[in-house]
Nanobody, 119 residues
């Protein structure tokens, strides 16, 4: 079965850094665009960053120049390096895998990991 397991979340001070990891199993990793989403209390889930199998990246404007998404195909793992964190980055962060099937988009989600930025 497909599993996406996030790790690396926690409490960090403003201005600090954190690296999230998402380990994937049970699917063909190279067939999927990988992404990180986040959801803060009272807000909709939003795309933070995404990376295609070819290495093309996309970032939300709010995190551009601060966050970096990357993937290691040999380890079937995707990362999100987060720098210069602010309280506005506080949210549950979810790992996502997406591909286009024959008739629909196919999505898999991790369980989420809490990131709290506070002094």
């Amino acid at each position: 079965q497909v599993q996406l397991v996030e790790s690396g979340g926690g409490l960090v001070q403003p201005g600090g850094s954190l690296r999230l990891s998402c380990a994937v199993s049970g699917m063909i990793f190279g067939d999927y665009t990988m992404g990180w989403y986040r959801q803060a209390p009272g807000k909709q889930r939003e795309l933070v960053a995404a990376i295609t199998s070819g290495g093309r990246t996309n970032y939300a404007d709010s995190v551009k120049d601060r966050f970096t998404i990357s993937r290691d195909d040999a380890k079937t793992t995707v990362y999100l390096q987060m720098n210069s964190l602010s309280p506005e980055d506080t949210a549950v962060y979810y790992c996502n895998a997406r591909r286009q099937g024959w008739t629909r988009l196919i999505d898999y989600w991790g369980q989420g990991t809490q990131v709290t930025v506070s002094s």
